[in-house]
Structures are given as structure tokens and as C-alpha cells.
């Protein structure tokens, strides 16, 4: 048994969500992160769609039986109260009464914690699995709109890097270089997938993410390569993003 004492920021506990429900105006949700949730079961042992905790900071676990467990996804300030420490992508063995604490983030923006099931299908692994390299170039491939912008935007889009001012489950808000549109009207609202690039009238380009609208009004230039959406989930506030093309 597991007692959250403290959800912290944008804490919860997810799966890899509702697959192949759009249909039905239901977004994918689960982890914003599909990698790290992933590779976190991966490593404990755990079917890969398994529960497990995703925080932006504050998550605090108290473990009332002996538990293993694997941290993934943001490098954090974990505190543990209680047991040993905690390393990144490394499988822990949590003593009953043992406390976790999420701290501040480091680096990257969501930290995911497995813990390993009593009916999981594999052992752990037993060696340190590495950090990947944060990447901050994602490719994109045309979207739906392309002929709602001409040549201009595109090489912007290409050629201009991109600050993260806010991401939460929904999307992330970017600021930049403008993204002009000849035509300033609205759509009416059509299908949005996981990853579209929304541009609004400011010009000012949003990534959706897990928790996406399934329907929108703003033109979608572009779409991030679904082998990309991790590196955007993991993009903080303040940290820079650019797109290269996909053909």
C-alpha cells in the first residue's frame, strides 16, 4: 500500500491512457510522457502501460511495505526519508515507513515514478539504464493547413528557435518569431491529433500534448513526429525548441 501525502504540482497517477477513442471526442490522456512512463515499468519489472506517478514537483510517497521503484522522465531533487537514495533510471528498494519526496526540477519538465507491481511479468533491471541526451530539435510534418501560410512562415518556422512559456497536460504555449498568416479568419472546428501545431492570431505556435481538445478552430501547420513528443512533453518553461522538416 502507497499514501500520497502530497500530490504536488500536477501530480497523478496515469497509464498510457485511452487509445484509439478520438472518435468518441476523447483525447489519448494518460502519461504526457509515453517514454518515460515506458521505460520507469521497464525497468521495475512492469508491463509497459502500467499505473505510475507523474509530478512537476512536490509529489511526496510513503510506502507502508517493502517496494521497488524506478524513477524516470525529469532529473529531480528526490529526498528520501527513511531509505536508500534514489538515482535516476535505477531500480530503489524502498524499506516499510520509507518516504519519497519529489523535489525541485532540474532539468526537464515532468519526473515519472514506477513502482513495481506484485504480479509484475519480468525482474528488474538490476544495471543503471543512462539518461538519453536531451533533444531540442523536433521534427514536424506538414499539417492539415499548410495553405493557410505561405513560404515566408515556413522558413520561420524552420529556421527560428522557440522559447517555452507555459506546458501543462494540454499543450505548450510557444513564444517566438511570428508565424504570419495570409488568411486571418477562423476555421470552423475539425479534428486536432496529439502533437498538431496550432496557430492562433498572434502568430505564436501551440503543441498539443496528451490532454489535447479533440476539436479546434486555429490551422495547424504542422505536426511533431510522434517519435518527437516526449522531447516536447519534457520541454521546462524557459527552455528552447526548434523544428526541422520531416518528408
Known amino acids: 500500500m502507497i499514501t500520497v501525502r502530497s500530490w504536488g504540482i500536477a501530480g497523478g497517477l496515469v497509464d498510457a491512457g485511452r487509445l484509439g477513442q ?14 518515460s512512463l515506458t521505460l520507469g515499468n521497464r525497468i521495475v519489472g512492469n508491463a509497459s502501460t502500467a499505473p505510475a506517478y507523474e509530478s512537476s514537483g512536490g509529489l511526496t510517497l510513503e510506502f507502508c511495505e517493502s517496494t521497488a521503484i524506478a524513477v524516470t522522465g525529469a532529473v529531480a531533487d528526490i529526498v528520501v526519508s527513511g531509505g536508500p537514495p534514489v538515482g535516476w533510471g535505477s531500480v530503489a528498494v524502498m524499506s516499510a515507513g520509507a518516504i519519497v519526496r519529489v523535489g525541485r526540477l532540474l532539468d526537464g519538465a515532468r519526473v515519472y515514478v514506477a513502482v513495481r507491481d506484485p504480479a509484475a511479468p519480468r525482474q528488474p533491471i538490476t544495471e543503471p539504464v543512462p539518461r538519453p541526451a536531451a533533444i531540442t530539435t523536433v521534427g514536424v510534418w506538414p499539417g492539415p493547413r499548410c495553405d493557410w501560410f505561405d513560404e515566408q512562415a515556413w522558413a520561420t518556422l524552420y529556421s527560428s528557435a522557440y522559447t517555452v512559456a507555459d506546458t501543462n497536460r494540454v499543450g505548450v504555449r510557444m ?11 477562423e476555421l470552423p472546428s475539425e479534428g486536432l491529433v496529439e502533437g498538431a501545431v496550432q496557430v492562433p492570431p498572434d502568430g505564436q505556435p501551440i503543441i ?4 489535447h481538445p479533440t476539436t ?11 517519435a518527437d513528443i516526449h522531447h516536447v512533453a519534457q520541454a521546462a518553461v524557459g527552455s528552447e525548441l526548434r523544428f526541422t522538416a520531416r518528408r
Not at 517566438?176 to 488568411?183: D, I, K, N, Q, S
Open 22 to 35: 478520438m472518435w468518441l471526442g476523447k483525447s489519448r490522456g494518460g502519461a504526457v510522457d509515453l517514454d
Open 175 to 185: 513564444t517566438g518569431a511570428m508565424l504570419e498568416r495570409p488568411h486571418l479568419g
Open 208 to 211: 498539443m500534448l496528451a490532454d
Open 216 to 226: 479546434g478552430g486555429y490551422p495547424v501547420i504542422a505536426v511533431v513526429d510522434p
